[in-house]
């Protein structure tokens, strides 16, 4: 079992920046691809950004691509999410999600864990 528990978000003005953590229990976590998903109220979660368990293959939505970074540090068992550039659309509840695999995903459906979600709340 991996645990995640997300950390990081806030109140921003648009064109701010916010850094959202994540932090996984388990011994293996290089072995997880990890992502970020987004739900905003009234809308379906969506898929934000993807990492390899290595580190080394990213994947990101075109919403984000340019302003938002996501990374991971496996010897602190935490990924990351930093977003920069921030907009009103950005505002959501975001989710880190896992999978034991080397490959990111795009698809919810590809991530076995899930934490409980940290709100982003963007201003005008």
């Known amino acids: 079992q991996v645990q995640l528990v997300e950390s990081g978000g806030g109140l921003v003005q648009a064109g701010g920046s916010l850094r959202l953590s994540c932090a996984a229990s388990?011994?293996?976590?290089?072995?997880?691809?990890m992502g970020w998903f987004r739900q905003a109220p009234g809308k379906d979660r969506e898929f934000a950004a993807a990492?390899?368990?290595?580190?080394?293959?990213?994947s990101y939505a075109d919403s984000v691509k340019g302003r938002f970074t996501i990374s991971r540090d496996n010897a602190k068992n935490t990924v990351y999410l930093q977003m920069n550039s921030l907009k009103p659309e950005d505002t959501a509840a975001y989710y880190c999600?896992?999978?034991?695999?080397?490959?990111?995903?795009?698809?919810?459906?590809?991530?076995?864990?899930w934490g409980q979600g940290t709100q982003v709340t963007v201003s005008s």
């Open positions: 999600a896992g999978r034991y695999s080397s490959g990111t995903g795009r698809e919810q459906g590809q991530y076995y864990y």
């Open positions: 388990g011994r293996t976590f290089n072995n997880y691809a």
């Open positions: 990492i390899s368990g290595t580190g080394t293959f990213t």
